[in-house]
């Protein structure tokens, strides 16, 4: 069956079947979870605001469930209850997903692979871009932009810098959620505004300090005091404010800080050349990062092994995907000219198996494809060819 075939033919269905035979050859066994999912991981790992894209219900015991909103999470869930926990192993599937899209369909077909266990990291990482290249070549996509960054060099970057802890917790929680990072910096670059107030003794008790400690002592005055929240929020989130507004006072982001991040966030194009820049930053700001950059190297030579066009990649240090479980690799594809929406999209989350209750951390990496808009892109080339 050829892809014109399939797209104008049997349509979307017959797509699905075709991806998973691929997916099949390529060794990745079929994975069907369950529809109905305990909310509480996708509440924990993506954060409250994904509340509002849940459809929410809750059993007898009280437990509350959701309809899964996307397949890695329940793919990850049933591989670390079955007898292979901890072993290679690699996953395909194709199913049904639910989540609330403003005026879209909120049942829409993901197709994907998710592949655990694998300590060949680098080749791992350039087999699931080339799968996904293959992906988008079963629909008769093959004009594709690659997009691919590495969120282990943001974060191997923060700690040769040596910042307080609160300051590196920031810094990696806007990369993750792609909120405007440069603005942070030069928001963080600034002094504080001169002045007391009522918390200054606790807030110069906990200058410097680790989160642990800062935890620590919150909690030992609020014992005092007789109180579990303020105002609705938490020990945690009181303990993260204050220590957060203590290093503040302690002290602005130094200024030779923000220029090594701002140079790093401006790195971005050829894989090859990125490196390169990336060896020179190392080099003049005395930066141990070389292992990070060494694997980023040896993803781009398997990348190419596996018949990738590195050329025709473009790496950005400051891409990221949004979603907090990331660790290292990740990437989009887009279709050009069809919006900002990626095709597929993936990348490596070994952080992501110890959330999910796995005792000792398991490599992860995988990808998802979005089939209906692959569907709709195929069949439009399809017509006008």
């Not at 802890?165 to 909120?179: A, E, M, Q, S």
């Not at 993260?240 to 002290?251: I, P, V």
Request: net charge negative; aromatic share 8%.
């Amino acid at each position: 069956m050829t892809p014109t075939t399939a797209v104008n033919g049997t349509g979307t269905a017959a797509w699905a079947d075709t991806l998973l035979l691929s997916f099949a050859q390529a060794g990745y066994a079929r994975a069907e979870p369950a529809i109905i999912q305990p909310a509480e991981p996708f509440l924990d790992l993506s954060g409250e605001d994904i509340r509002k894209s849940l459809y929410l219900t809750t059993d007898a015991t009280g437990e509350e469930l959701c309809l899964r909103p996307d397949l890695t999470i329940p793919v990850a869930r049933d591989y670390l209850a079955s007898g292979r926990a901890g072993e290679p192993a690699g996953f395909s599937y194709v199913g049904p997903v639910f989540r609330y899209r403003g005026g879209r369909p909120s049942e829409f077909l993901q197709a994907g692979i998710e592949s655990f266990g694998r300590q060949d990291r680098a080749a791992a990482d350039a087999e699931m871009l080339a799968l996904a290249l293959e992906a988008t070549s079963a629909f008769g996509v093959t004009d594709v932009e690659i997009r691919t960054g590495d969120v282990a060099l943001f974060n191997t970057l923060i700690d040769a810098l040596g910042l307080y802890p609160v300051w590196r917790r920031r810094l990696i929680k806007d990369f993750n959620r792609k909120v405007s990072l440069i603005d942070d910096i030069e928001r963080l670059t600034l002094s504080t505004t001169p002045g007391g107030n009522e918390y200054e003794g606790v807030l110069a008790a906990l200058a410097g300090s680790d989160r642990k400690a800062a935890l620590a002592l919150v909690t030992d005055l609020m014992s005092i005091a007789g109180a579990t929240n303020v105002g609705g929020r938490t020990v945690d989130e009181i303990a993260d404010r204050f220590l957060e507004q203590s290093t503040l006072k302690a002290g602005a982001l130094p200024r030779d800080a923000r220029a090594v991040i701002k140079r790093f966030l401006s790195i971005a194009g050829d894989p090859d050349e990125a490196v390169a820049q990336l060896r020179a930053l190392a080099t003049d700001a005395n930066l141990n990062i070389t292992a990070a950059i060494d694997e980023l190297e040896s993803r781009i030579g398997f990348m190419a092994a596996r018949g990738v066009e590195v050329r025709n990649t473009r790496f950005s240090t400051a891409f990221g995907r949004g979603l907090d479980y990331y660790t290292g690799f990740e990437f989009e594809l887009h279709g050009r000219g069809n919006g900002t929406e990626p095709l597929v999209a993936g990348g490596r989350y070994d952080g992501l198996m110890t959330q999910l209750g796995s005792a000792t951390p398991i490599p992860a990496v995988g990808f998802s494809v979005w089939v209906e808009a692959l569907t709709e892109i195929g069949r439009k080339r399809g017509s006008a060819s």
